[in-house]
């Protein structure tokens, strides 16, 4: 059975923190996503990757980076948080080369900076 | 650039009654589109996909979705709704980038509620 797995599904911060959120997929899918979801405004893309060390800016990358050194490993990483970033996190996964495949979503983090 | 609009953010319906959620599209290129549920507290599911074969998709539960690219648009329906359809519900577009990847767009999420 696939699966995407988010290291923590409660994450509580302080500002000014560095956080990682750590997701790894077991079906050697090439792509791979994170987003926030928040009431209101669904999910917006921060980052993605589609092939180790490979990442491309989202729609809102700012505050946020990423890393890909290995293709089952997909790191999400706030430099310094903010209360801003209080939010649910996704990570994504779908194989290479079309545009028609579905996406593979882990369970969520709930990160919260205080 | 691709972008999705979900023209409702919350419908109600009552159990039995039609579901329609409406959404509408911008692409560049030949884009596929999806819709994904999410259920209170679980994963997001995919319902349904269109990829440029027929223009009317069937999904899980009942659920089709028609692709109409004069309109730009690609409205869910369902016959007769269930108590079990209560959840949110997510249009996407997946359209190229210049570079040759892909990017998934999602909708800002149409709440639907169903009254017994």
């Known amino acids: 059975d696939v699966k995407v797995t988010q290291s923590s599904r409660y994450l509580v911060k302080r500002t000014g923190e560095k956080v990682f959120l750590e997701c790894v997929q077991d079906?050697?899918?090439?792509?791979m996503f994170w987003y926030r979801q928040d009431p209101g405004l669904g999910l917006r893309l921060i980052y993605f990757?589609?092939?180790?060390?490979?990442?491309e800016k989202g729609d809102i990358p700012e505050g946020y980076s990423v890393s890909r050194e290995k293709k089952e490993r997909f790191s999400l990483i706030l430099e310094s948080a903010s209360t801003n970033q209080t939010s649910m996190y996704l990570c994504a996964s779908s194989p290479s080369g079309n545009v028609d495949e579905k996406l593979f979503f882990g369970s969520g983090t709930q990160l919260s900076v205080l | 650039a691709q972008s999705v609009t979900q023209l409702d953010s919350h419908v109600s319906v009552s159990e039995g009654t039609p579901v329609l959620l409406r959404c509408n599209y911008s692409s560049s290129y030949s884009p596929s589109l999806f819709w994904y549920v999410q259920h209170p507290n679980k994963g997001l599911q995919l319902l349904l996909k269109y990829t440029s074969a027929a223009t009317l998709v069937k999904g899980i539960n009942g659920f089709e979705a028609e692709f109409k690219k004069s309109e730009t648009s690609f409205h869910l329906t369902k016959p007769s709704a269930h108590m079990s359809d209560a959840a949110e519900y997510f249009c996407?577009?997946?359209?190229?980038?210049?570079?040759?990847?892909?990017?998934?767009?999602f909708g800002t999420g149409t709440r639907l509620k169903v009254l017994a």
């Open positions: 990757s589609y092939d180790v060390k490979m990442k």
């Open positions: 996407v577009v997946s359209d190229g980038n210049t570079s040759g990847t892909y990017k998934y767009i």
């Open positions: 079906m050697d899918h090439e792509n």
